[in-house]
DNA sequence: ATGCTTTCGTGAAAGCATTCAAGGCACTGT
DNA sequence: ACAGTGCCTTGAATGCTTTCACGAAAGCAT
């Protein structure tokens, strides 16, 4: 591969002139211009990326550290996320952590030799990124945080309105008449988690309803555990008419659970996923889920972080992302739900 | 961060110590090496991946090109690579082509001037890859194709049995009494296409069976496609009992507009897909698929391009890794099954 | 034609790690 | 005690691009 002294000798000329031309750092007069980018053509010449970077303390790559790219959510954050690096000329270089810390501290390290201009990050459980962050921005890459944050997370983030969509979906369900309605979380020391517990909760005391201890499940973000929950819910008594699952793979896996138990869904038991996945309508009955684009995700995070690139101090931005309920199959109003509003019909006559 | 001049300054010993410490390039005697390693623990010092790069002509990188993470089958492929890249101190580098030629030669191109030391490839739709690849193969990387290969390509490859797959489906179906096959297949330019196409026709003709031509439909390699085609295939006279789905999306859509058309599967029209996906299990009825996997897929394309990269000109490896056929449920005998199979019995008897 | 401003182009330095040739040191054998 | 040997260690050169200070040329006005 042809280097830049060669072009410069090739086109007569200096090799800072040929880097001017490269980069339209100064202008060049057209003859001199035209001779270099004539060498370049025929060379096929293409600058080091790895010179530049050492010159310039910073190169065309950003990082992206992710849990797992198995689990279905998350290629559309990676899709959404190289679309926008590719098209402002930046490569993505993918790590996956397994929410296992000490790998995501290996790959921060091994990444920050490579002096990328951007970090993304999902963050992992536990996750105390805030330390090992700084290094990046202190070499000047700019770091955002996406789809959860770790604990006293300052920087720029994209998250989704966690808390909205759980609370729209509880409150949609208790529209429907059901009163006895249980959760099954993600990880708690999660925010997103968190957040869409809160919701949950929300409109459950906002609707004056008891939420019995053992409707709430915590459990990882898989089909796993999401069957294994739901098979403990499936035997409380009374056993809860709906189920809120924080993920549409624990929903999966509670679609599996009611299955097995030889209930019906949405009959016996409503159900309603998280985040709204590709695969959600696939199932029968199809899956109602409140969406989220993960795709947006991805997407707005590195434009946040080519924008923080382009100005350092600007303010802080933490982007919410809005969701919305997709209404499918999985969802009913209580068997009973017709029994009680006609008792109520009745007591409403009675007192009129 | 602190550069080789500090840490050699710190330990009181010169440049080329601390790089043989950090190297393993020549022994270095205890007390100055602990020295050295001592300030490295010091400061945090992690070497330029950049100046190391430039230096020895390749980095730690291995670029990695894919169609599309958002196709399940892809993410697979993508673990499978990383997990065994990150064991040996590499970074991947994933690119997104969307099948677009065009953007795949941006990306090698791109990638070139990071000099990887390999390149994981699975090759565009019309990919003529092999002049491209060969700029990388000057520069020293390893380059491995992956799940399909481009014409004419006589490099290191990772594959499957894609004949075999197809071949050992079609000969189960046949097997339960189905005489009227279909298939749907994907891209018929892509190797893994043809192949499937072969097995299935293989058997087909083994069993003497007829293809009328509207029982071949090709279609692209998603669910949108797979819809269209089995609708298709719904309205031909007589109505294949069987269809084998060149992949798991294919055979997803096929199963929406088998159910759209009021017809059972399996009882109606049984359905084989291909690559055996999770989500394939959570559909009613399961599908039936010939599994491969993507993990093995991309964990043996990194270690081949690691073992080449070890010896350069030790022999060209094209792996083929097996398929297995996962039974489930959307296969079952023909419904005139039992008829013919009684009057043969009759024949049989007659002739007796 | 002279002098001044602008506009371009040049060459060298800087950024960091690796590697190679050459020199240093300690120890062995005689 | 000396030459020889082998193992370490050193400093300089190398790879490629960007940037900065400086100088040259060109254009303009008087």
């Not at 559309?76 to 098209?87: K, L, N, P, Q, S």
């Not at 793979?249 to 998280?274: N, Q, T, V, W, Y």
Request: glycine fraction near 8%; hydrophobic fraction near 40%.
């Amino acid at each position: 591969m042809a280097n830049m002294k060669q072009i410069a000798k090739l086109a007569g000329v200096s090799l800072g002139t040929v880097s001017h031309v490269l980069n339209n750092t100064v202008k060049v007069r057209e003859p001199l211009r035209n001779r270099v980018l004539e060498a370049i053509r025929q060379t096929g010449y293409q600058p080091s990326q790895l010179a530049r970077g050492l010159r310039k303390d910073k190169t065309d790559i950003l990082a992206m550290i992710i849990p797992d790219i198995l689990n279905p959510f998350f290629p559309g954050v990676v899709r959404g996320a190289e679309d926008i690096a590719f098209a402002n000329g930046y490569r993505l270089v993918l790590c996956n952590t397994d929410n296992d810390h000490d790998k995501e501290v290996a790959h921060l390290r091994a990444l920050l030799a490579y002096l990328p201009s951007g970090l993304i990050v999902i963050p992992s459980d536990f996750s105390e990124l805030v330390g090992e962050t700084d290094s990046f921005r202190k070499a000047g890459s700019a770091v955002v945080c996406v789809d959860r944050t770790p604990r006293n997370w300052d920087g720029d983030s994209v998250t989704i309105n966690n808390d909205g969509g759980a609370f729209h979906a509880t409150s949609y369900l208790i529209g429907l008449g059901h009163r006895h309605l249980a959760a099954i979380t993600g990880p708690l020391h999660l925010t997103n988690s968190q957040d869409r517990l809160k919701g949950f909760k929300r409109a459950v005391r906002k609707a004056g309803l008891q939420l019995p201890p053992g409707y709430l499940q915590e459990t990882t973000f898989d089909r796993a555990g999401g069957y294994a929950k739901a098979k403990i819910l499936m035997r409380m008594v009374p056993r809860p008419t709906a189920i809120l699952a924080c993920n549409d793979l624990i929903g999966l896996g509670a679609l599996m659970a009611i299955r097995e138990a030889k209930l019906r869904c949405p009959e016996d038991i409503s159900l309603i996923g998280f985040d709204g996945l590709d695969l959600a309508d696939i199932t029968t009955p199809q899956l109602t889920s409140v969406y989220q684009s993960p795709y947006q995700l991805g997407a707005t995070a590195v434009q946040l972080a080519l924008d923080r690139l382009a100005k350092v101090d600007s303010p802080v931005r933490q982007v919410v992302l809005n969701t919305e309920l997709r209404i499918r199959e999985s969802v009913a109003p209580p068997l009973g739900a017709e029994r009680i509003r006609s008792r109520k019909a009745r007591e409403a006559a009675a007192l009129a």
